[in-house]
């Protein structure tokens, strides 16, 4: 793991007297458009209220900002973003703040620090005199509309389950809703389940694309069982990719990892009798939904969701990832519906937005970017 120059130039400052770790926080701002915003001022709030700090963004858009060990108390963070001339945003993280890894810090005599970087979802702003009219659509995982479904509008990135709705909304026979909000900003569009469905949860902002965003509603979900969801803009031939432990295991055939993708697209059990899990429909050229489907529980580990830009994989600084707005969304019969947007802000050809440890069924947001993978490594996954 390399340490980020950020944690190495905390190494100082850390308080006097404790041992325990650095979780440096990384994440970024931009405008409903994917622009970077600088000089936007991020306050990070623990789980029970307390400020554990103020970033501010740079010109990329870029912000850190580090958390000690002794102020860590759960998964959750919530941040409130204010920049001149935007309307202020939210935004909620769920992210592995409690498990220090590897690095170690000399922060003086007696005095160890670990420290481990996490990386958070980019938030986007609405200028003040934006919009307030939200657009949006929903498909099932044949890409067809579904009508007569009842919605709400959440205000900021990943709200929870029970936010006072700031509008309402019901679907028409295109799958469709428009609807307006009281102020300009990034919201979560929220389904419950209904009629069969496991309901949905994806991101909007007021300020509006080209087309309206695109969300997946997959049919309710068995404990173990995961459907997974990717639709982005077209263009592109991005990849969706699953990896997760196998369920068999024994003396002479070690648990290994298995790998479901557009050139693996069926894995079955050791018997080769059952299919474990399958990519269930495939759009090559977009705009989606890519569907993968897990029929029977996994074995204990992490299972990780990937996206992979096939169309560039040679262009290692290529920024059609970035720009293809891309979604992610996924179900596993025991959780409320998740999802994950790709940075506008990285270059990159490859990310991986989420991890879910089926020990106990967290999930965790990853966003990890990189290039010059091998889409056909399941170790890369």
Known sequence: MTIPLTALALAACVPAGLDGYVVVLEGGVADGDGVPVAGASVELVGVSGEVLGTAKSD???????????????????VARVAASSFAEGLANWE???LSAEEATLR?????????????????????????????GRIVDPDGRAVE?????????????????????????????????????GLYTIYVPPVDGWAGTRFPV?????????VGTIAPTQEPGHLLASLYWAGGLDLDLH????????????PRQRFHVWADEPVHLDRAGSTTVAELTRSATGGPGPEVISVY????????RLSVVDRTNLEDPENVSLGGSRALVQWWNGEDVPRYAWVSPLVLATAWRPA?????GGTVYAVEGYESGVDPADADAF
């Not at 005095?111 to 200028?127: C, E, F, H």
């Not at 900021?156 to 102020?183: C, H, K, L, Q, R």
């Not at 300020?207 to 309206?212: G, L």
């Not at 029977?296 to 299972?303: D, S």
């Open 205 to 213: 902002v007021t300020t509006p694309f080209s087309d309206p965003t």
């Open 296 to 303: 029977t529980p996994v074995g204990e580990g992490e299972l």
């Open 95 to 97: 992210v592995n703040l």
């Open 59 to 77: 010109d990329a858009g870029a912000w850190a900002w580090p958390v000690y060990g002794s102020e860590a108390e759960g998964n959750v963070l």
């Open 148 to 184: 007569g479904l009842p919605g709400t509008a959440q205000r900021g990135w990943d709200a929870a389950i029970g936010t006072p709705a700031e509008a309402s909304f019901t679907t028409d026979g295109d799958g469709s809703f428009s609807v307006e909000v009281p102020t300009p």
């Open 107 to 135: 922060a003086g005599p007696g005095q160890d620090w670990q420290s481990v970087a996490r990386t958070l979802a980019v938030v986007r702003l609405d200028t003040e005199d934006g919009g307030t009219s939200l657009r």
């Open 355 to 359: 991890e879910v440890d089926t020990r």
């Open 242 to 253: 699953l990896t997760a432990p196998e369920r068999e295991a024994d003396a002479t055939n």
